[in-house]
């Protein structure tokens, strides 16, 4: 068992970006932070040391090589991650687990994120 992602936690970029998931589905929360569902991470852009974005704790370093450099951050992929939930679901969609990660694409090409902090540790599932 692992625990769930709720509002509130955050994700990294291969390229030392940190972003926090502001928004979590309010018809199951934990402490009153909604569970994250898979598919909402989708669209998710980590911001840039230039251009930062909301829920933005750490910008992505993703640049082309010129001088100067253009800041091209990661940008969470639209297909769905590994790392849902078997068993709870919200809506028919599932939650996502401290396990999660996903593909990005960036200025550097493709990538991967992960959970750098679930926002919670008290609700586990498979």
């Known amino acids: 068992m692992t625990f769930v992602l709720v509002q509130g936690a955050v994700i990294e970029c291969v390229h030392q970006g940190k972003l926090k998931i502001m928004a979590g589905d309010p018809r199951v929360t934990v402490k009153g932070k909604g569970v994250v569902l898979g598919g909402s991470e989708a669209g998710l852009t980590f911001g840039s040391p230039t251009v930062p974005v909301p829920g933005m704790i750490t910008p992505c370093q993703a640049a082309t090589t010129t001088t100067p450099p ?7 992929a639209a297909t769905l991650p ?4 078997l068993k709870l679901t919200v809506g028919g969609k599932p939650a996502l687990l401290a396990t999660a990660s996903g593909a990005t694409v960036s200025g550097q090409g493709p990538g991967i994120w992960k959970v750098s902090d679930t926002g919670q540790n008290v609700l586990e599932s498979l």
């Open 70 to 76: 253009v800041f091209q951050p990661c940008k969470t």
């Open 82 to 85: 590994v790392g849902l939930t």
